[in-house]
């Protein structure tokens, strides 16, 4: 296994506390190019999240090339609708769904997506590993958010799997965990609306609420 010590790149000196608190969901991107450079360094950041046994399973497809972005849209779009389906939903177009629901924007992004200058997919090389793959995954989007790179983590749907590996030629062993659009964004970052840690955390023990 190759051993690489990269010094962290000058381009990501946004202070770790602003990336946090204000990267969010960014559904909206420009169809601008991402440079190949501030690609690098969002693989490279992801290259450094910790990982079960430093087995280093995340593997990643940066998809650029339009025809295969644009086939892959379709196939999300896709994904996307048979989640909803499975889930019971009653809608079946964006109109249909409340303007207030996460969904909306999300149904956005199905229909979007396709403009996407770039879709990075994750997968891991060994089963099993997709809790040494996440970490990967926000390591890449915290980058992303300190080059001003707009990103949401999502899934798929095993309806279209088989095709997705088909159309990059992905083995079948290796297993996906997540695909992230980027983008600059329409929109801007941050802040973003999260329940208090004081609501979702304890103190050695689940009845006890910490102090702050
Ligand atoms: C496991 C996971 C799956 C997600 N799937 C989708 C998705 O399919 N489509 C989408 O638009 N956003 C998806 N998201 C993004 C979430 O909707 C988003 O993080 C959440 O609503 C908070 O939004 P905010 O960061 O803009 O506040 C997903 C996030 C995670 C962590």
Not at 61 to 73: I, K, N, P, T, Y
Not at 102 to 128: K, Q, S, T, W
Not at 177 to 195: A, V
Request: aromatic share 8%; proline share 10%.
């Amino acid at each position: 296994m190759s051993e690489v010590r990269l010094d962290p790149p000058l381009e990501l000196s946004l202070s770790l506390g602003e990336a946090m608190f204000t990267q969010r969901a960014m559904r909206r991107l420009k169809p601008d190019p991402i440079p190949e450079s501030q690609l690098e360094i969002l693989l490279n950041a992801a290259s450094k999240a910790p990982n079960g046994g430093n087995m280093q399973p995340a593997r990643f497809l940066a998809v650029r090339d339009r025809a295969r972005v644009e086939a892959f849209g379709e196939l999300y779009r896709e994904a996307w609708w048979a989640k909803r389906r499975d889930e019971g939903r009653p809608w079946t177009r964006r109109e249909d769904i409340p303007a207030d629901s996460v969904f909306r924007m999300a149904a956005l992004l199905a229909d979007e997506i396709r403009h996407a200058p770039v879709v990075v997919l994750a997968f891991g090389i060994y089963p099993g590993m997709g809790h040494s793959v996440l970490p990967a995954m926000q390591n890449l989007m915290l980058a992303a958010r300190a080059l001003g790179i707009g990103s949401t983590l999502t899934t798929l749907h095993p309806q279209v799997m088989e095709r997705v590996y088909a159309l990059f030629g992905v083995p079948e062993k290796v297993e996906f965990h997540g695909c992230i659009p980027l983008g600059y964004p329409r929109g801007r970052f941050g802040p973003t609306p999260r329940l208090k840690s004081s609501e979702t955390t304890y103190i050695d023990a689940w009845s006890q609420p910490p102090p702050w």
